[in-house]
Structure formats: C-alpha cells, structure tokens
C-alpha cells in the first residue's frame, strides 16, 4: 500500500509556543491529506481537509487560527499548533488518497504533549 | 456516510479464524464498507474494502451480505500481532474527491495465546 510519513513522531513543548507537524505522502501524490486527532481511549476525529494550493476546510468546533494547515506541494502538508495549550496534548494523524486507489493511507502520528 | 454498528470488543484464540461483524443498515448504494484496524498508539492500516462482492486480499476477507446492510471481516489465522482496534467505516466516492472519514468505537479484537 502507500505509504505516509510524520514527523516528528513524538514532541513536548511548552504551553505558549508553536509546533509544526509535517505529513508526507512518499509514493504517490495526493492533492488532497486530512489531519485528524485522537485523545486517550478514544476514536479518530476529523479536524480538517487539506487541499494543495488552497485553503484548508476545518471540520466544526476546529479553530482554524489555532491550527493552521497549509499544503503547498502534492506530497507535503503541515499542521502547525499555535500557542499550545496543555488541552492540545493529543494523537495527530493525518492520511492522503492517492486518488487511483480511493483509499485513504494513514500516517504513523505524531503525540503532542504541552506542558 | 452511513452510521456503522460493531461489538465493542471481541476475544479469539491464536490461530483461529476472526470473525468481526459489522452493520450498516442505512447504507446506500455508492457506499463503500472499508475496514481500517488501529494497533495501539499507531496510526490506523488499511485492511481491505468493497462495494458488493465478496473481497479477498493478503491480509483479509471481506464478506458482505447479499442486502449489503451488512459485512463480516474475517482474518483467517490470527495472531497475537493482530490484537487491535478493528474500524468498519463506510463512504461514497464523490466525483469531487475524497472526503475524511468518521470513525466508530470500533471493535477491540483480543487474540489469547
């Protein structure tokens, strides 16, 4: 299957600051990647579609101000966390349709923890 | 995308057959049933998905009813690597693109030694 990269796989920071995760689509273009979140025993929500070379679409109840996503080429989105708060700590997993396959392929994820 | 319905959990012997159920009563007819499974703090692995036939591939089976409100998913030996969250989701493919997916509770699948 095709395969889609995170990085960085595991981060800590302090409340107040920013934290850029990336998401790589590494064989296979997607014009279109998705970041979800997971928080601890629970299921995969959807936070946002991410389309390459315009705006990202949040899903409701998502601040688009606090997580700004932006997705300038086919295999490269990004999801930046501003002002981090200990409530943002969370399981972010984004995937990416290689549009041949409608399938969607699912990143390792990257756990936040804000202190 | 219609609403799918699994057992919370399920237990099974190492090297039998897994048997995961699943329904989707509501489901309409350009609706796919893919199947994703979640191994502890991993992202989710596409296991397989179909529309109205019976689908087979390295890792599973997929047996969908004649009505398709239905599926079962069925890993034929399991093992103790295959102890996970198992997610039944079902989606249309617009000719637009693709959207997110929602996911379930799921079934926790527990493989016993």
């Known amino acids: 299957g095709a395969v889609v990269s995170q990085h960085p796989s595991r981060v800590i920071c302090k409340s107040g600051t920013s934290v850029k995760i990336e998401c790589r689509s590494l064989?296979?273009?997607?014009?279109?990647m998705f970041w979800y979140r997971q928080f601890p025993k629970q299921s995969l929500m959807l936070m946002a579609t991410?389309?390459?070379?315009?705006?990202?679409?949040?899903e409701q109840g998502v601040e688009k101000d606090k997580f700004l996503i932006n997705h300038a080429s086919l295999t490269l989105s990004t999801l930046t966390v501003t002002s981090a708060h200990p409530e943002d700590s969370s399981f972010y997993i984004c995937?990416?349709?290689?549009?041949?396959?409608?399938?969607?392929?699912f990143g390792p994820g990257t756990r936040l923890l804000v202190l | 995308d219609a609403k799918t319905t699994q057992p919370p959990s399920m237990d099974c012997a190492e090297g039998r057959a897994a048997n995961l159920p699943c329904n989707h009563s509501?489901?309409?007819?350009?609706?796919?049933v893919y199947w994703y499974r979640q191994i502890h703090s991993q992202g989710p692995q596409y296991i397989i998905h179909g529309l109205k036939n019976n689908e087979t591939n390295e890792m599973a089976s997929l047996i969908i009813t004649e009505d398709r409100k239905s599926s079962t998913l069925i890993l034929p030996h399991a093992t103790l690597r295959d102890t996970a969250v198992y997610y039944c989701i079902v989606r249309a493919y617009s000719g637009g693109g693709a959207d997110g997916l929602t996911f379930g509770k799921g079934t926790h699948l527990i493989i016993q030694p």
């Open positions: 064989d296979f273009q997607a014009t279109t």
């Open positions: 995937s990416a349709d290689p549009t041949t396959a409608r399938t969607q392929y």
């Open positions: 991410s389309n390459e070379g315009s705006k990202a679409t949040y």
């Open positions: 509501t489901i309409s007819g350009n609706e796919y």
